[in-house]
């Protein structure tokens, strides 16, 4: 089943604890991108990538770091998390070929 | 900059009516406009438009892009309490894809 996969699902931490949530995709998608999703201000981009050790900067960066060592995975790290990136997380993947991209089941990250 | 605009951004309905989702952007080299639904979950995929003036339809829903205004609409006919979500409208460049904030659809028995 083609899917995108995210863990942990839910996770409560404390401010500057590093935290990594993994992203796999099973697609061969080249385009990966992170998003987190917040109340009012609806889903923004924190780093996308374009294929394998490509990453680049969305809309909302700071704080997050990325890497894309593989296809397949597109983990977000945390390196001193603080309460205001307490937020509803988001991996996907994008087909270039339909353009059509896929979530992930999301990630609830309560830091606090 | 980029940008992604949603009208109404909730709206109310009672089951049985027909609502009118819309959507406006500027996204630099833009290629699509995808709309998505998302319930208590990650966003379910709907519809991709690339050429204006095509209707893509699924069921009650359809969409249409008007790439000379910028600006798409979803409809949905018939509404059901299932159909009940935010609605999400993204525009994709050759790099990023833009999310406007959502229509939140309420529809009431």
């Known amino acids: 089943e083609a899917q995108v996969t995210q863990n942990p699902r839910y996770l409560i931490t404390v401010t500057g604890k590093k935290l990594t949530v993994t992203c796999s995709q099973n697609?061969?998608?080249?385009?990966m991108s992170w998003y987190r999703q917040d109340p009012g201000l609806g889903l923004r981009q924190i780093y996308y990538s374009m294929n394998v050790e490509v990453t680049d900067k969305g809309d909302v960066p700071e704080g997050y770091k990325v890497s894309r060592k593989e296809k397949r995975n597109f983990p977000l790290i945390l390196e001193s998390p603080s309460p205001n990136q307490t937020s509803l997380y988001f991996c996907?993947?994008?087909?270039?070929?339909?353009?059509?991209?896929?979530f992930g089941p999301g990630t609830r990250l309560t830091v606090l | 900059e980029d940008k992604v605009v949603q009208s109404p951004l909730s709206l109310v309905v009672h089951e049985g009516d027909t609502v009118t989702l819309n959507c406006s952007y500027e996204?630099?080299?833009?290629?699509?406009l995808l709309w998505y639904k998302q319930e208590k979950k990650a966003p379910t995929f709907l519809f991709m438009l690339?050429?204006?003036?095509i209707e893509k339809k699924s069921g009650r829903l359809s969409s249409i892009l008007d790439k000379k205004e910028l600006f798409s609409i979803l409809n949905i006919t018939a509404t059901q309490t299932g159909d009940s979500a935010v609605y999400l409208c993204a525009g994709g460049g050759s790099e990023k894809l833009v999310f406007g904030k959502g229509t939140k659809l309420t529809v009431n028995p």
């Open positions: 697609m061969n998608h080249e385009y």
């Open positions: 996204v630099t080299n833009f290629r699509s």
């Open positions: 690339t050429s204006s003036g």
């Open positions: 996907a993947s994008r087909d270039w070929s339909t353009d059509t991209q896929y």
